[in-house]
Nanobody, 114 residues
Framework: QVRLVESGGGLVQAGGSLRLSCAAS????????MGWYRQAPGKQRELVAV???????NYPDSVKGRFTIFRDNAKNTVYLQMNSLKPEDTAVYYC????????WGQGTQVTVSS
């Protein structure tokens, strides 16, 4: 059974930073692509960052240069470092991986005040 547990969300002022963590179990972590998505109220869930098993990363333009995804295979954990946060980054952030089907964490709230 795949389990993804996020942590690290919170309230931060615009321009600040947060680091999210996602601890994974039930998968061979090092062989899996991992990602972060977010969903703001009234909006669709959108991709924020993805990292392949080999370490390649991809970001949408909205976060490129501000967010960094990285992984520690020894700890079965993927991270999202978020810098220069903006109020429009406010959302629930979800950890994702694909194993048999899409798997999601419970989400962690990130609120950026102006």
């Amino acid at each position: 059974q795949v389990r993804l547990v996020e942590s690290g969300g919170g309230l931060v002022q615009a321009g600040g930073s947060l680091r999210l963590s996602c601890a994974a179990s039930g998968i061979i972590f090092s062989s899996k692509a991992m990602g972060w998505y977010r969903q703001a109220p009234g909006k669709q869930r959108e991709l924020v960052a993805v990292i392949s098993s080999g370490g390649s990363t991809n970001y949408p333009d909205s976060v490129k240069g501000r967010f960094t995804i990285f992984r520690d295979n020894a700890k079965n954990t993927v991270y999202l470092q978020m810098n220069s946060l903006k109020p429009e980054d406010t959302a629930v952030y979800y950890c994702w991986t694909y194993h048999v089907r899409d798997n999601w964490g419970q989400g962690t709230q990130v609120t950026v005040s102006s």
